[in-house]
């Protein structure tokens, strides 16, 4: 099965989060995207507790088969680098062909900044979308000496469209008692009010 895997807090889960799962989905013919919450962050002290952020994940992605939920990182008790995470996933997963969706903007850290980057970056395939064309994500990758021995593993995602949206922007927000109707799936907006989720400044 070819998988995409999407990692992130997603605190909350947002609109942006899942039209980019469905563009990469049909763009490399995958079988699922699965969203990889993190259970523990390396810098978000104030990290929004892991059950309710899956339960915000399940309830955005319940009503379309093509997602799913992967919960490795959840349920370890510290932190999963992704060099860990998909190394594990294989070896669990042998039948598995594992695809890593990543913006095109993180992807420079990945080998200066990231546990094992260039290894990570070698072994595994990178789904790459952002808000440039597939020819400029391209030409920024083989202009990087540090990613462009890699190229063959980096996947430009030609996206079309433009997502203003951030988990940051949601919270803020919830925080200053705005709308956030469409930016946010009903049920996941529902969850966040009956919750009574970031009042406290919570990320």
């Known amino acids: 099965m070819r998988i995409g895997l999407f990692g992130g807090s997603f605190s909350p889960i947002h609109m942006g989060h899942l039209a980019v799962g469905a ?12 969203y990889l919450p993190v259970g523990v962050h390396t810098e978000k002290i104030r990290l929004l507790p892991k059950e309710h ?8 992605i319940e009503d379309n088969p093509d997602f799913d939920i992967c919960l490795y990182e959840v349920e370890r008790e510290t932190y999963s680098y992704t060099y860990e995470t998909l190394k594990a996933l294989s070896t ?50 083989a202009r990087d000496p540090q ?7 980096l996947i430009p ?9 951030s988990s ?10 705005r709308t956030i109707r469409y930016l946010v799936p009903w049920k996941v907006e529902e969850y966040i009010y009956r919750h009574n989720l970031y009042q406290d400044g919570s990320e």
């Open 23 to 34: 563009l990469v989905k049909d763009f490399a013919n995958l079988d699922k995207v699965a």
């Open 53 to 60: 952020r899956v339960n915000m994940v399940k309830l955005a």
């Open 92 to 141: 669990q997963h042998p039948d598995w062909e594992l695809y890593f969706i990543i913006g095109s903007d993180i992807l420079p850290q990945i080998p200066r900044k990231w546990y094992q980057g260039k290894q990570l970056l070698s072994e595994f395939k990178f789904l790459v979308f952002g808000r440039s064309s597939q020819s400029q994500i391209a030409r920024v990758i």
């Open 147 to 153: 990613l462009k021995n890699f190229q063959h593993n």
């Open 157 to 165: 995602v030609p996206m079309r469209f433009s997502f203003n949206i």
């Open 168 to 177: 940051t922007l949601i919270r803020e927000q919830v925080q200053q008692g």
